[in-house]
């Protein structure tokens, strides 16, 4: 079992629609969580992190749920400029043992 | 401003003939990492360094060789490359807390790696 997970998609969802999507992963110590972006054949950049008391930036929204050992990235009012991959980061461990660990990522394209 | 920086961009060679990737990063940061992207596959972590001397492996470390003799820079050596390796190499770097990653990363622009 991969130690992050996430469903690749893609997810083709109509412009203005909401759309969510999860990721799980398998270490309970995890402590840090993240939503990454990634642009087809550019670099990954940090959308935002996730906190156990949920945290929203404008249309997107993370939450992260410990019990079920998954973190989740909500896109309201989506744009076509949302088209893109999600990546979920996840960190376990601490300073010389610590891991940060990606999922692959889950693809989404916004449709007019 | 802020920024990790790769070079080459695009490299096409010929198996078997050494290489090297630079990556250098101006934030002071501890931590940096080299990952390899391909299709399907996610990006798999190749080495990473926790800061000056200290280089670690990753997942996929075979056939890869780090250094890290000054904070800012964190090379990434194709001693013998092969096809296989053919791939979208990223460099990054974090800063650390208390020796830990803090988990936001800045990567470089990635750098496309061709081997005939």
């Known amino acids: 079992r991969k130690e992050v997970e996430q469903d690749p998609g893609p997810f083709n969802v109509p412009e203005g629609a909401t759309v969510a999507f999860n990721c799980t992963y398998s270490?309970?110590?995890?402590?840090?969580f993240f939503w990454y972006r990634q642009d087809c054949r550019k670099e990954p950049k940090l959308l935002m992190s996730?906190?156990?008391s949920g945290n929203e930036d404008g249309r997107f929204t993370a939450q992260l749920n410990r019990a079920s050992q998954y973190i989740s990235l909500l896109i309201r009012d989506s744009k076509l400029s949302d088209s893109a991959t999600y990546l979920c980061?996840?960190?376990?461990?601490?300073?010389?043992?610590?891991?940060?660990?990606f999922g692959s990522g889950t693809r989404l394209s916004i449709r007019p | 401003e802020a920024q990790v920086t790769q070079n080459p961009r695009y490299l096409i060679t010929v198996t078997g003939k050494k290489l090297t990737v630079t990556c250098s990063q101006n934030m002071n940061h501890e931590y940096m990492s080299w990952y390899r992207q391909d299709p399907g596959l996610g990006l798999r972590q190749i080495y990473y360094?926790?800061?000056?001397?200290?280089?670690d492996k990753g997942d996929v470390p075979e056939g890869y060789k780090v250094s890290r003799k000054e904070k800012r820079n964190f090379p990434l050596i194709l001693e013998s490359p092969s096809p296989n390796q053919t791939s979208l190499y990223f460099c990054?770097?974090?800063?650390?807390?208390?020796?830990?990653?803090?988990?936001?990363?800045?990567f470089g622009e990635g750098s496309r790696l061709t081997v005939l």
């Open positions: 270490n309970s110590a995890s402590q840090s």
């Open positions: 360094s926790m800061n000056v001397e200290v280089t």
């Open positions: 990054a770097s974090s800063l650390s807390k208390g020796g830990t990653p803090t988990g936001e990363l800045f």
């Open positions: 980061v996840v960190i376990t461990g601490y300073s010389s043992a610590s891991k940060i660990i």
């Open positions: 996730v906190y156990s």
